[in-house]
């Protein structure tokens, strides 16, 4: 056995325990990518060093409260990793939490040796991410750590929100369940109330956010379990379409966000297969971006989509 390798993942497993109130061992399994039995086995081990564990058979393992140990030095390469991530954050979060990123990241900088310090200060320059301007909306600059709060605290938001299908702003007042991103966007899964049903809502498209003081009515299961459903009772559809080779890698780019599963080259063409959930036509339109160098081999009904855009279209310019 790697001996080093297993105590690199004990004292992981240690930290883990220190950052989470609870921690189950099939997750730690997981993460480690070890059987339940060497997770058991390595818990012990933190046992016998004198850490006091208290474990519970169906919800898990925690570290007796209060019990903390001075924090430890970063490695060089955790210290550099700083420089991205902080970035990052900004890029990815909004206005607030990426403030409060900041300042904990800040104190984490403060135990930094000196020449981690020196090094880190000079890469940091050496990072540029340029926000995009659409990825929120700059006028609800607190709309993720109104939902984050809300969301810890269990508490109902009140929101103004925009659909993709209409054009007025309606008022609407839910229960967050998670956050996620697809694409290029932020999302949140909540109940609405006004729907009396759960939903999908795009953090974008939020014009004003609020949290209150009434408690949750429900009770929810983890947001993965209501993103695999979706995906279950979302039609799915086999696409086919063939792409001359010159211009098969310009659709690299965005593929993977319209269901594509393999390709094959035949000649001086590609071959694309995808499962997509066409549910607002986003494949014929960016379909439209490629028609010059593709054909829609299947299904008909995307042909039928393509040709009535293109029919809509061309009426719009004979009008001109």
């Known amino acids: 056995m790697d001996i080093e390798k297993r105590f690199d993942r004990i004292l992981a497993i240690y930290f883990h325990l220190q950052a989470k109130p609870v921690v189950k061992a099939q997750d730690l399994a997981d993460k480690f990518q070890v059987s339940l039995r060497t ?13 006091p564990i208290y474990g519970e058979a169906g919800i898990g393992y925690s570290l007796i409260s209060d019990y903390k140990i001075p924090p430890t030095l970063f490695t060089p390469n955790e210290a550099l990793s700083f420089a991205i991530a902080e970035k990052l954050m900004q890029h990815y979060l909004d206005k607030e939490i990426g403030q409060h990123f900041s300042n904990a990241l800040l104190k984490m900088k403060a135990v930094l040796r000196y020449s981690d310090k020196e090094h880190l200060a000079y890469v940091e320059d050496k990072v540029l991410i340029n926000k995009r301007k659409d990825f929120l909306n700059t006028n609800v600059p607190s709309a993720l750590a109104v939902l984050f709060e809300g969301i810890a605290k269990k508490r109902q938001l009140t929101l103004a929100y925009k659909s993709a299908e209409s054009t007025v702003v309606k008022e609407r007042r839910i229960e967050p369940i998670g956050i996620f991103q697809e694409g290029d966007f932020w999302y949140f899964m909540a109940f ?13 498209r939020v014009h004003k956010i609020e949290l209150s003081g009434t408690p949750f009515v429900g009770k929810y299961k983890p947001l993965s379990f209501y993103l695999e459903k979706k995906g279950e009772t979302a039609e799915v559809q086999t696409v086919r379409i063939r792409v001359s080779r010159k211009a098969a890698h310009y659709l690299t780019w965005k593929r993977k ?7 094959v080259e035949k000649g001086d063409n590609v071959e694309m297969l995808f499962k997509t959930r066409n549910t607002h036509g986003e494949f014929a339109r960016w379909f439209l971006m490629y028609a010059d160098e593709a054909v829609i081999l299947e299904p008909l009904t995307l042909k039928k989509q393509v040709r009535a855009l293109l029919d809509t279209y061309l009426k719009k310019m004979e009008a001109e």
């Open 39 to 51: 997770i058991y086995r390595d818990v012990k081990t933190l046992e016998n060093a004198g850490v």
């Open 192 to 204: 609405c109330h006004r729907q009396d049903e759960i939903r999908q809502f795009r953090l974008d």
């Open 257 to 263: 966000y319209y269901g594509f599963i393999e390709e």
